[in-house]
């Protein structure tokens, strides 16, 4: 009796895996394919920001600081709310589908993670400040 229902339970666990690890393969193949329709269609400048073009929008767009809360506090862009880069996906509800948002963070790699995510999954309208916010400052003197 044992043998057989530990046999069953081995075969409905095959089959179980079995079938996640299809959908797993199914769900990569469509991230791939997004991804790399993306990476091929995208123009060279797509989603960067000049200090100077930031400076001139009227009005401003939503400005994110995807730095630390600590880098945050000690200073950044007047006006910019911030979500650390690695939260910008669970706290994107802050964010407007259908107007400008400009992400940055020092130099603008960290960023560069955040904007690729929220273009992945549907915001059309988010930029990247060139430079960061070290290129921010540097205008500024």
């Known amino acids: 009796m044992f043998y057989q229902w530990s046999l069953s339970l081995f075969i409905f666990l095959a089959f179980t895996f079995s ?6 393969d199914k769900a990569e193949k469509i991230v791939f394919e ?10 060279f400048a797509d989603g960067v920001i000049t200090t100077a073009q930031l400076k001139a929008l009227k009005p401003q767009p939503v400005i994110v600081d995807t730095r ?24 994107a509800r802050q964010l407007p ?32 400040l060139f430079n960061g ?3 921010w400052k540097a205008s500024k003197k």
């Open 34 to 43: 997004q991804l790399q329709d993306y990476m091929e269609s995208a123009p």
């Open 133 to 135: 916010y070290e290129g």
């Open 68 to 91: 630390s809360a600590e880098a945050y506090a000690k200073d950044h862009i007047a006006g910019a709310i911030n979500i650390d880069w690695r939260f910008v996906l669970s706290e």
């Open 19 to 24: 079938g996640l690890s299809l959908a797993q």
């Open 97 to 128: 589908k259908d107007g400008l948002i400009v992400l940055y963070c020092d130099t603008g790699i960290l960023s560069s993670k955040a904007h690729l995510a929220l273009r992945l999954v549907g915001y059309e309208q988010v930029k990247v």
